[in-house]
Antibody, heavy 124, light 106 residues
Framework: EVQLLESGGGLVQPGGSLRLSCAAS????????MTWVRQAPGKGLEWVSS????????YYADSVKGRFTLSRDNSKNTLSLQMNSLRVEDTAVYHC?????????????????WGQGTLVTVSS | IQMTQSPSFVSASVGDRVTITCRAS??????LAWFQQKPGKTPNLLIY???SLQNGVPSRFSGSGSGTDFTLTISSLQPEDFATYYC?????????FGQGTKVEIK
């Protein structure tokens, strides 16, 4: 069974930092792209960042570029999101999600399994 | 790429046919996904590649379209289908979602 468990969220002041982690199990982690998607309370979905299976390619939303850094450790089945210079508008539940693979291809841009998320609150 | 869904809200009855539209601000070929999200739950991938049903998704769900205009259709709405639906383009980064369409019970 695929499991994704996020951790590291919490309350932080504007300008502060947090490091989110996503522990993966139930699949061969390094074979899949991984993504973070966030959802502010009562709002819609917002893509944050994605990383290829090898970790060689990373992609960021314009709203977080230069402030967030996505990385992965395939030996530990762990995805990490370093968030610096946090802003009030970064407040959201952050979900990690696995890239989708069908019978013929694996896709960075589609995601099937999602973790339950970790809440990040940026407030003074 | 901006994704615009319509309508934002649908009031429908069990058994109704429901259609949700998603428009991309530029050509995304068939690089489109649809998600269903129920309150307090994580999103569930229904359709990818604009029309390919993910494993385990009921056949009453279907997707169509290419280029800039896409449609999600629920052929006969069931009680468990009342949820919010999002489209998402996967043509290029940054990936973007539509604002969501809430399907509620009439």
């Amino acid at each position: 069974e695929v499991q994704l468990l996020e951790s590291g969220g919490g309350l932080v002041q504007p300008g502060g930092s947090l490091r989110l982690s996503c522990a993966a199990s139930g699949f061969t982690f390094g074979n899949y792209a991984m993504t973070w998607v966030r959802q502010a309370p009562g709002k819609g979905l917002e893509w944050v960042s994605s990383i290829s299976g090898s970790g060689g390619a990373t992609y960021y939303a314009d709203s977080v570029k230069g402030r967030f850094t996505l990385s992965r450790d395939n030996s530990k089945n762990t995805l990490s999101l370093q968030m610096n210079s946090l802003r009030v508008e970064d407040t959201a539940v952050y979900h990690c999600a696995r890239g989708y693979c069908d019978s013929s291809s694996c896709y960075t841009g589609y995601f099937d399994n999602w973790g339950q998320g970790t809440l990040v609150t940026v407030s003074s | 790429i901006q994704m615009t869904q319509s309508p934002s809200f649908v009031s429908a009855s069990v058994g109704d046919r429901v259609t949700i539209t998603c428009r991309a601000s530029q050509d995304i070929s068939s690089w489109l996904a649809w998600f269903q999200q129920k309150p307090g739950k994580t999103p569930n991938l229904l359709i990818y590649g604009a029309s390919s049903l993910q494993n385990g998704v009921p056949s009453r769900f279907s997707g169509s379209g290419s280029g800039t205009d896409f449609t999600l259709t629920i052929s006969s709405l069931q009680p468990e289908d009342f949820a919010t639906y999002y489209c998402q383009q996967a043509n290029n980064f940054p990936l973007t979602f539509g604002q969501g369409t809430k399907v509620e019970i009439k």
